[in-house]
């Protein structure tokens, strides 16, 4: 069923105040989030944070319960976190790689999921592997194939959408062949969920943050681990609610991916979590997909069409980030020139995706990430302001 723009504009009221292009950087986030987070935090200032912990406790399980649906998952497959980041270096960090393992990646990680690699590779010594991208810039699938043949391969990371592209990763072929080698497939899907059904993807392990496509409260996120692979790893850190404290030298792991949670959290912003992930669910993930692609397509196209601009997402299937650059004008100065005009883009620079824009020659590009409340009306505000140059 088609989005109701209207109702979605109404109840976005970041809308009324400018044209938010920076969807990939953090959604606006909807009034019942912004209320469900208001509310809570009246509660405990009212009642005290415990109680007020323990008269939110079936809509803190709801959370689980929505994150879970919202990837083919089970509520006891997911585990709350404040961030991707930390998701994905928690899902890392527990592998338990060593001389000898190797890691295969895509050339479009994202820099801190990279970053974690270089780190724990100082110490833990695996190697790391980037796949090369086949002529769509998509990973390629038969050097990973081929690649995945070798039984020293522990684990295979793909960011499905990268930070510096328009691109889906063939984020479900990649599972089938990590599937078929017993091999975990840690997705990152920051930049999908929200956009991009992940329900039909064979990950294994998969992190997400609420604050961008979801349009959830900053400081969110979560991560999922398939039971089957629980026992297989390892969390980095645990405390008491991760863990019960049994005997002098002993202690037990929680059932389920809470193990990978600490008990500290906020608890207002996951229940603004709870609602944008309900938001998003029942909107529908599809028509929601559609919407964004196409509305970013539109602009892929009109922007094609002013002299000197020139398209740099790449891949066969593309979502709502769009970038581009524009000869002669550096990303940052046209940024700070939107702005000025209430225009929320940003510029996504090399050091964030560091293989692929050296594979591609980029310092840095424009990014446009339209979300479903924007309009075609607000795309033409935005072309008509590059034409200028
Ligand atoms: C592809 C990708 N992965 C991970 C992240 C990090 O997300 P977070 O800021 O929630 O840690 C980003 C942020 O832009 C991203 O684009």
Redesign the pocket.
Known sequence: MALDIERLRADTPGCANLVHFNN??GGLVPRPVHAAIVAHLEREMMDGVYAAAKAAEEDIHDTYVQCAALVGAEPSEIALTD????A?ALAFASVGLGPGDRVLASRSE?A??YLSFLHLQRTLGFGIEPIPADEAGQIDLEALEEALADRHVRLVAL?H???NSGMIQPAAAVGELTRARGVPLLL?A??SVGQVDLRSVQWDLLSA?G?KYLRGPRGT?FLAVRSAWLDHLTPPMIDLSGAHWIGPDHYELVPGAKRFELWERSVASVLGLRTAVRYALELGIEPLEARIAGLAGILRARLEEIPGVTIQDRGARRCGLVTFTVDGVPAEMLRDRLATERINVSVSSAEATLLDMVDRGLDQVVRASVHAYNTEAEVDRLVSLITWG
């Open positions: 990939a950087g961030s991707a980041t930390r994905w994202y801190s999921n960011t959408v990268p930070t990152d920051c930049q943050t604050r996120g």
